[in-house]
């Protein structure tokens, strides 16, 4: 049981907008930055969002990221085929003193 | 460019050590903060903990599952992080990853490793 909750899974078809939800609670999404992460088949996670809603130089403007209260949302718009991947979000948990990761949600592009 | 390269994995029976190694090159080691994150195989990711860097006296947090029989550590001088590992369980069975926070100021992991496999069994 993950500290943060994911869906366990999502789908689309290429050039649709999917939305990735990530709840939290007053420790972490409601007092500290959201991260996301994405994970493609085999590999290690690569950063996506930091901040809640920045992007990392080189990832996509179809990426984006939102926070508000205790939850947090990630966007892709103008799914792709390549975008097919586990996707995690992670925040500071101050009560625990220590990072959490939501259980992850695997993306299936139809 | 940031390189992480991980290795000391292998084979450990219950109960026993290991010693992971993370190898960094491209930045200043000693500015960063470092985290080890694990991933069980098919499971999602799990933090293990963290190393704040020189300026903050390298102090380090655990997550509860590894507190008291993990141990982090680093060496400025060779680049390198550590994770001493004792009384493994099975369930410590992950790839485990280093990651350097996203810069200095947002301490989060930014980069990653490839991971080492630590497989505890008898």
């Known amino acids: 049981q993950s500290v943060l909750t994911q869906p366990p899974s999502a789908s689309g078809t290429p050039g649709q907008r999917v939305t990735i939800s990530c709840s939290g609670s007053?420790?972490?999404?409601?007092?500290?930055?959201v991260y996301w992460y994405q994970q493609l088949p085999g590999t290690a996670p690569k950063l996506l969002i930091y901040?809640?809603?920045q992007r990392p130089s080189g990832v996509p403007d179809r990426f984006s990221g939102s926070q508000s209260g205790t939850s947090a949302s990630l966007a892709i718009s103008g799914l792709r085929s390549e975008d097919e991947a586990d996707y995690y979000c992670?925040?500071?948990?101050?009560?625990?003193?220590?990072?959490?990761f939501g259980g992850g949600t695997k993306l299936t592009v139809l | 460019e940031v390189q992480l390269v991980e290795s000391g994995g292998g084979l450990v029976q219950p109960g026993g050590s290991l010693r992971l190694s993370c190898a960094a090159s491209?930045?200043?080691?000693?500015?960063?903060?470092m985290d080890w994150v694990r991933q069980a195989p098919g499971k999602g990711l799990e933090w293990v903990g963290r190393?704040?860097?020189?300026?903050?006296?390298?102090?380090?947090d655990y997550a509860a599952s590894v507190r008291g029989r993990f141990t982090i550590s680093r060496d400025d001088s060779k680049n390198s992080l550590f994770l001493h590992m004792n009384s493994l369980k099975t369930e410590d069975t992950a790839v485990y990853y280093c990651?350097?926070?996203?810069?200095?100021?947002?301490?989060?992991?930014?980069?990653w490793g490839q991971g080492t496999l630590v497989t505890v069994s008898s």
């Open positions: 901040r809640n809603d």
């Open positions: 992670a925040a500071w948990d101050d009560s625990l003193s220590g990072r959490v």
């Open positions: 990651a350097r926070d996203i810069d200095t100021g947002t301490h989060a992991p930014g980069y």
């Open positions: 190393t704040r860097d020189k300026a903050n006296s390298y102090t380090t």
């Open positions: 491209g930045f200043t080691f000693s500015d960063h903060y």
């Open positions: 007053r420790s972490n999404i409601g007092s500290k930055f």
